[in-house]
T-cell receptor
Framework: RKEVEQDPGPFNVPEGATVAFNCTYSNSASQSFFWYRQDCRKEPKLLMSVYSSGNEDGRFTAQLNRASQYISLLIRDSKLSDSATYLCVVTSGNTPLVFGKGTRLSVIA | DTGVSQDPRHKITKRGQNVTFRCDPISEHNRLYWYRQTLGQGPEFLTYFQNEAQLEKSRLLSDRFSAERPKGSFSTLEIQRTEQGDSAMYLC????????????FGPGTRLTVT
């Protein structure tokens, strides 16, 4: 089983739609969780950290379920500019970041 | 610009040649990571440093690869006797760690081995 698994997509959604991505991780000792966004041929950019209580940043909501070892990202009111690959990232305190393969999102006009 | 910088941005080399990449992290960040990414895959961990100490190396880092961070600031990644399978984007990231886990990536160095 891979350490971090994501549905690769692509998710093709119309503008204004709500879309959710899930990510599962295998290391129960994992402590820190992030979502990164990566545009084509660019570097990953930090979108948001994921906290146990769940957190929201504008149209983006991240949730963590430690018991089931999964993380989710919800995007409301999708914009064309949200089209990108979304990478789930997991780490425990003294280990490097472990990335999923990413989920591709295409928002269509 | 006070972000992570990498040089060169693109490198084309012939099989068998040696190449060296440089990464300059955000100045106060003591952790520095190297990752490799191929098309359709997420970044794969290669190695990381805490200040000048290399703390971990992936099994992906064969003996042809070596990384240094001599003064705890910039880092270099060298690939000797390059192979076509080395063609990838090489990404560097830095963070305050272990307390400040918000790693930021540089723009990457795209290597093409012909």
């Amino acid at each position: 089983r891979k350490e971090v698994e994501q549905d690769p997509g692509p998710f093709n959604v119309p503008e204004g739609a709500t879309v959710a991505f899930n990510c599962t991780y295998s290391n129960s000792a994992s402590q820190s969780f992030f979502w990164y966004r990566q545009d084509c041929r660019k570097e990953p950019k930090l979108l948001m950290s994921v906290y146990s209580s769940g957190n929201e940043d504008g149209r983006f909501t991240a949730q963590l379920n430690r018991a089931s070892q999964y993380i989710s990202l919800l995007i409301r009111d999708s914009k064309l500019s949200d089209s990108a690959t979304y990478l789930c990232v997991v780490t425990s305190g003294n280990t490097p970041l472990v990335f999923g393969k990413g989920t591709r999102l295409s928002v269509i006009a | 610009d006070t972000g992570v910088s990498q040089d060169p941005r693109h490198k084309i080399t012939k099989r068998g040649q040696n190449v060296t990449f440089r990464c300059d992290p955000i100045s106060e960040h003591n952790r520095l990571y190297w990752y490799r990414q191929t098309l359709g895959q997420g970044p794969e961990f290669l190695t990381y440093f805490q200040n000048e100490a290399q703390l971990e190396k992936s099994r992906l880092l064969s003996d042809r690869f070596s990384a240094e961070r001599p003064k705890g600031s910039f880092s270099t990644l060298e690939i000797q006797r390059t192979e076509q399978g080395d063609s990838a984007m090489y990404l560097c990231a830095s963070s305050l760690g272990p307390e400040g886990y918000r790693p930021y990536f540089g723009p990457g160095t795209r290597l093409t081995v012909t």
